[in-house]
T-cell receptor, first 113, second 116 residues
Framework: AQTVTQSQPEMSVQEAETVTLSCTYDTSESDYYLFWYKQPPSRQMILVIRQEAYKQQNATENRFSVNFQKAAKSFSLKISDSQLGDAAMYFCAFGFTGNQFYFGTGTSLTVIP | DSGVTQTPKHLITATGQRVTLRCSPRSGDLSVYWYQQSLDQGLQFLIQYYNGEERAKGNILERFSAQQFPDLHSELNLSSLELGDSALYFC???????????????FGEGSRLTVL
């Protein structure tokens, strides 16, 4: 079965600090994509960062970076220098082009001024 | 702008009624996905189409149906509506027929359905 687990329903971080959101997944496939999506109060789904499973190098996008451990099936998101605008629900997901995508249950991030 | 267009953005209707939600995928994307998100809940996968054919089915109720047309737009039909069907319905697309493939899902802004 293909599953995604986000074990932290809620997290909080002080503004300007760093926070890491955890994600583990399970698949028997070897070639897939991994994603973190952000859903702010507007409820729009916004892609934060993506990672191809065949790439060993961890993806980074400005203040956002991932720690991808393929053997452990772990894909955590690190947010550096947290800003008030980072407050949102974060969904971890993996999928295959043209086929199904699998989402975690989400982590609600609060940024404390 | 993701390039995925959903209409209507908001819809209010009564129990027992039927509604149709429409989705135009990103230009050239072959695959369309429908998700349901109730308040403070995660994304529930409903159904996926690829180039006009159903490819995967999730927790879609029998009262719900969908299709993807030859021009690749998709419609989600919800019938005999119940209060519990009130939710945000997302359409997403992926799998470009041409150009680079980043593998990601591109989401529309959602159709917010309220059943009274």
């Amino acid at each position: 079965a293909q599953t995604v687990t986000q074990s932290q329903p809620e997290m909080s971080v002080q503004e300007a600090e760093t926070v890491t959101l955890s994600c583990t997944y399970d698949t028997s496939e070897s070639d897939y994509y991994l994603f973190w999506y952000k859903q702010p109060p507007s409820r729009q789904m916004i892609l934060v960062i993506r990672q191809e499973a065949y790439k060993q190098q961890n993806a980074t996008e400005n203040r956002f970076s991932v720690n991808f451990q393929k053997a452990a099936k772990s894909f955590s998101l690190k947010i550096s220098d947290s800003q008030l605008g980072d407050a949102a629900m974060y969904f971890c997901a993996f999928g295959f082009t043209g086929n199904q995508f699998y989402f975690g249950t989400g982590t609600s991030l609060t940024v404390i001024p | 702008d993701s390039g995925v267009t959903q209409t209507p953005k908001h819809l209010i209707t009564a129990t027992g009624q039927r509604v149709t939600l429409r989705c135009s995928p990103r230009s050239g994307d072959l695959s369309v996905y429908w998700y349901q998100q109730s308040l403070d809940q995660g994304l529930q996968f409903l159904i996926q189409y690829y180039n006009g054919e159903e490819r995967a089915k999730g927790n879609i109720l029998e009262r719900f149906s969908a299709q993807q047309f030859p021009d690749l737009h998709s419609e989600l039909n919800l019938s005999s509506l119940e209060l519990g069907d009130s939710a945000l319905y997302f359409c997403a697309s992926s799998a470009p027929s041409t150009g680079p493939n980043t593998g990601e899902l591109f989401f529309g802004e959602g159709s917010r359905l309220t059943v009274l």
